[in-house]
């Protein structure tokens, strides 16, 4: 049965991969782009027949930060504001465009192959990604149907835009939900690779070291919570819970730091060169970039001389309530329907789940207890396996809000929090009749989407909102990004 399940959803992702390739093809060749005046740099001089069939069928794609994830593919961290984008999606990139360039060298200049790489290492990863979320939602939610739910709205979700075109969102998405089911299973080391690899890809990664630590910790208090003065126990347990944290998170810091090493060779010490054309360096100045090569950067002089917040804050103005500003209230309402729906997901979790003054014995001992017998075990999306997930997406939100680009937080939550899912999930089982619901538990045949607009009638309310709320930012996310018009 799990087969089969896992065969529709990649059927499903690879489809939904393909519609947001034939609405990208078809934006762009109905409605001329809009002038954003973003990062631009000197494209390859040369073109062909085949370069232009490509252009028609794939540069909707090279749109906004795209441009910079590809010019780091091809030609490297050439300006102090690239930094700001992580090494795994522009590297991963590359090393697809050298296996492809084997047969297309000379048929398409390599801008060209290294954006077609770009898509199809992408359109893989999500097809594997969204399995991988299915795999992970039936350990945790112990329910066989909501998981593929979930994993079926992840091939729908809001920002699914970004998911195939040249950003990081995918790569990251799969390495994060694959840690997360490793750790699940237990299987530690492993994990760590993955969330490591996570903080490789974007700097939110860091925060997924506690998918690890969390258990112990729970484990820590239940073991603190049976004791009777017995101090020296108490003590051991706390010591070893906090040498454990200090472990894990140095272990997956680790790429992070790496690259903030790179960072600093290349624009400090300068030990680190890059071959750097004269068209690149004269757009670079000509827009006011810190060259490679070129003046040390003022972050270099710091205590601790890390580029990223001397980055986020002096080239993207990131910081405490910067962007509280009248002109970016369109991007803030932007952002209210991936806030309602973590804040209500959060809500609906905490309430069952803080009536059980037990919590902590309650998540300890549940997964040794029988999920037939266990009513909490038995309600999906309220078990309290979900707890640090949703943890994790209350503070991606609240972090959001108060610090970032707040148009950000829709791809930051969808590639980042299961439980966004899980929820959603959640509300379609709960909002939908009886018949109805195990009509499509039973018959995973049909097409998951229409099936339910099929019935659209036996929905309720709630359902509805979440199938619109996906599939309009899905359509009108890739109407807006494709023509360079700004949106999440």
């Known amino acids: 049965m799990a087969a089969i399940y896992e065969r529709k959803i990649a059927v499903v992702a690879l489809y939904s991969r393909l519609l947001i390739l034939m609405l990208q093809v078809v934006f762009n060749l109905l409605v001329p782009d809009h002038d954003a005046g973003v990062f631009n740099p000197p494209a390859d001089a040369t073109s062909s027949f085949s370069d232009g069939i490509v252009d028609v069928i794939f540069s909707g794609f090279r749109r906004w930060d795209a441009v910079y994830f590809l010019h780091i593919s091809q030609f490297g961290y050439t300006y102090e504001n690239c930094l700001a984008f992580f090494p795994l999606f522009p590297l991963t990139t590359k090393i697809v465009s050298l296996v492809l360039n084997i047969g297309l060298e000379g048929t398409l200049n390599h801008s060209n192959i290294l954006l077609i790489s770009a898509f199809l290492l992408n359109q893989f990863l999500f097809v594997k990604t969204s399995v991988i979320l299915y795999r992970l939602s039936v350990i945790v939610l112990k329910n066989r149907t909501l998981a593929y739910w979930a994993a079926v709205l992840f091939c729908i979700n809001p920002a699914s835009i970004f998911m195939s075109a040249p950003y990081s969102e995918t790569v990251y ?18 994990s760590l690779l993955f969330i490591g690899l996570g903080t490789f890809s974007r700097s939110n990664g860091i925060l997924v ?102 980055i986020q804050s002096s080239h993207w103005g990131v910081g405490f309530l910067e962007y509280y500003t009248w002109q970016q209230i369109p991007n803030f309402l932007l952002a209210v329907p ?56 209350m503070f991606l939100t609240l972090f959001g809000w108060l610090f970032m680009h707040i148009q950000v937080l829709t791809r930051m939550l969808t590639s980042s929090c299961p439980p966004i899912y899980w929820f959603a999930a959640h509300v379609i089982a709960r909002g939908t009749s009886k018949h109805s619901y195990q009509k499509h538990k039973r018959n995973i045949d049909t097409p998951p989407i229409i099936s339910y607009i099929l019935d659209w009638d036996k929905l309720d309310y709630k359902p509805k909102l979440i199938f619109i709320y996906f599939l309009s930012y899905m359509i009108i996310g890739t109407f807006a990004f494709s023509n360079f018009l700004p949106w999440t």
């Open 173 to 190: 998405a799969f390495v994060t939900f694959q840690g997360m089911l490793l750790c699940e299973q237990k299987k530690y080391v492993l």
């Open 209 to 310: 070291v506690g998918y690890i630590i969390f258990p112990k910790l729970m484990k820590c208090l239940f073991t603190v919570s049976t004791m009777q003065k017995q101090f020296y126990m108490l003590a051991l347990a706390v010591l070893n819970l906090f040498w454990q944290t200090f472990f894990y998170t140095i272990l997956c810091l680790a790429p992070f730091l790496l690259y903030q090493y790179y960072a600093y060779l290349l624009y400090c010490v300068k030990t680190v060169s890059l071959n750097i054309s004269e068209n690149l360096r004269h757009y670079g100045y000509s827009q006011g970039y810190r060259v490679v090569g070129g003046s040390q950067s003022p972050w270099c002089n710091n205590t601790l001389p890390l580029s990223y917040s001397h």
């Open 338 to 393: 991936i806030s309602v729906l973590s804040i209500t997901a959060s809500v609906t979790f905490f309430r069952y789940n803080l009536v059980d003054l037990n919590f902590i014995r309650t998540f300890e001992m549940g997964k040794s207890e029988k999920e037939e017998g266990n009513e909490k075990n038995s309600l999906g999306y309220i078990r309290p396996a979900v707890c640090p997930y949703v943890v994790h997406m």
